[in-house]
């Protein structure tokens, strides 16, 4: 038992020795169960200061694969946001600073004066920046899609027929329209469901107005009808009055058989048939015509509501917002500050009298507006290759069909590689040439905040997220689909 009590005192002084830094206390939930490793560090790697192992404070697994928590905001920026910044609706955050660290790193701890106190956190959709896997997983399905509709125009074009590719695409790419709606219609709908979405797949329906206008004179309807039509038996006259029959192409005046040398055609017959003829390519043009309308039409109100988003995105950029706040302060926290830990009472009632929510703290305006800015110039890209069409047809020039699957081939790749090379090189050279790509904002002045210090870890953005388990079929689903 002195034996014991004699390695109990010799651990106890080993921050005070020379050469061992000392470090701050730290406040940890009573309940052990309270919070999970991925509330308090997201994906960082960073870990308790001070001697104590936080496994033994908080879960050791979560629960749901995750935590409560999803991915995070910026893990990158080295910025800092000292005293000018703005909280929500504009409130001024005093005392708030933010700093970043290399993955894993405990350097945040020398900033961690008083009682450190770490705030639990659970991340908003927009949370999820689009970072390069996401641009990424876009590049690679639309490639894919893009190259299925070219093919298709050619095979329409060339051979006369309509490839089975086509029709296996079809459910694919109402698939991502369908799911583009739904995450945009739930984002408006629930503010801190408003997320990133896809700038680019607005253009889509267009491509497909080119692949329907070229594909339907080959269709398997429109072939039975304008068949029955174009080509039928004509009775003739051979020179010894006998009749025969003679199969005519009526769109190109071909006659096919057989039959003796100077027949002569019954014009009565050939009249009725290409009346019917014409009759039939009057039916399938407006067909045509009406699903190409119904295209633009879905084409054009994604194109506003893209165009809303990006204002949206923009507008909150500067001014924290509920559909903007990256994280929400763990609500159990709000309601009983005491859950956190043996807090200093007063350290407990500025928690209780002061939001750091609204204040501005768990906010990352920085990649907002850089996510913001890229998802602007895709947005230009994809509009010019459209205004280029327009422009084209008012000065009275012609596109063909497969000009035009192509012109928006081009401007979808053009802007998902130039997003996907941007979001890489600005992640590389934060994380990589820097060595930071863990942001940490904390709270600076303990005689506000009753001798505690509050901090807050984002998510760590190199891999974009893509390793962090929560929701992470649904992130892949949605990137895969173009939808986000």
């Not at 309940?31 to 908080?58: E, M, R």
Request: hydrophobic share 45%; charged share 10%.
């Amino acid at each position: 038992m002195a034996k014991l009590l004699k390695v109990l005192i010799i651990i106890s002084t080993l921050g005070s020795l020379p050469g061992f830094p000392s470090s701050p206390a730290f406040a940890l939930a009573a309940d052990p169960v309270a919070f999970t490793n991925f509330d308090y560090f997201k994906n960082s790697g960073l870990k308790f200061c001070g001697n104590t192992t936080s496994v033994q404070h908080i879960a050791a697994r979560d629960p749901k694969g995750g935590g409560k928590g999803g991915g995070g905001g910026g893990g990158g920026s080295s910025s800092s946001s000292g005293g000018g910044s703005r909280g929500r609706n504009g409130a001024v955050k005093p005392f708030i600073d933010s700093k970043s660290f290399a993955r894993g790193s405990s350097s945040y701890c020398q900033y961690m004066n008083g009682t450190g106190v770490i705030i639990p956190t659970i991340p908003n959709q927009i949370a999820f920046f689009p970072w390069w896997p996401t641009y990424t997983a876009q590049l690679i399905t639309l490639l894919l899609s893009y190259s299925g509709l070219v093919y298709t125009v050619k095979q329409a074009e060339k051979f006369h027929k309509v490839p089975l590719l086509f029709w296996l695409q079809i459910p694919i790419d109402t698939a991502r329209l369908v799911a583009w709606f739904f995450k945009v219609a739930h984002g408006l709908a629930v503010p801190n469901r408003f997320a990133w979405t896809s700038v680019v797949l607005w253009l889509l329906p267009v491509a497909y107005i080119y692949v329907i206008h070229a594909i339907w004179p080959v269709t398997k309807v429109a072939n039975i009808v304008s068949t029955k039509a174009a080509y039928q038996p004509v009775a003739q006259r051979d020179l010894h009055g006998q009749q025969t029959h003679e199969y005519i192409n009526y769109d190109n005046q071909q006659a096919y058989g057989h039959g003796p040398p100077g027949y002569v055609q019954d014009n009565d017959s050939m009249l009725k048939q290409s009346t019917a003829n014409t009759t039939t390519a009057k039916t399938q043009r407006p067909a045509s015509f009406i699903v190409g309308i119904l295209l633009g039409l879905i084409s054009v109100i994604m194109w506003g509501i893209t165009l809303a988003t990006i204002v949206y995105h923009f507008q909150f950029a500067g001014v924290n917002n509920q559909r903007t706040e990256t994280y929400l302060q763990d609500p159990r926290t709000t309601s009983d500050p005491s859950i956190l830990g043996s807090l200093p009472t007063a350290c407990v009632n500025f928690l209780k009298g002061y939001s750091l929510q609204e204040h501005g703290m768990f906010w990352s305006p920085f990649n907002q507006l850089f996510s913001a800015g890229i998802t602007a110039v895709q947005f230009l890209i994809v509009s010019l290759a459209v205004i280029k069409i327009a422009w084209k047809r008012f000065k009275g020039g012609a596109i063909s069909k497969l000009g035009g699957v192509v012109d928006c081939m081009v401007a979808t790749l053009t802007a998902l590689i130039l997003a996907v090379l941007a979001t890489a090189i600005y992640i590389g050279v934060v994380a990589g040439a820097q060595k930071k790509s863990v942001s940490f904002s904390f709270t600076t002045n303990t005689n506000t905040t009753g001798g505690c210090t509050f901090g807050f870890v984002e998510m760590d953005s190199t891999f974009g997220y893509w390793e962090v388990p929560y929701e992470l079929g649904f992130r892949i689903a949605m990137s895969a689909l173009g939808a986000a």
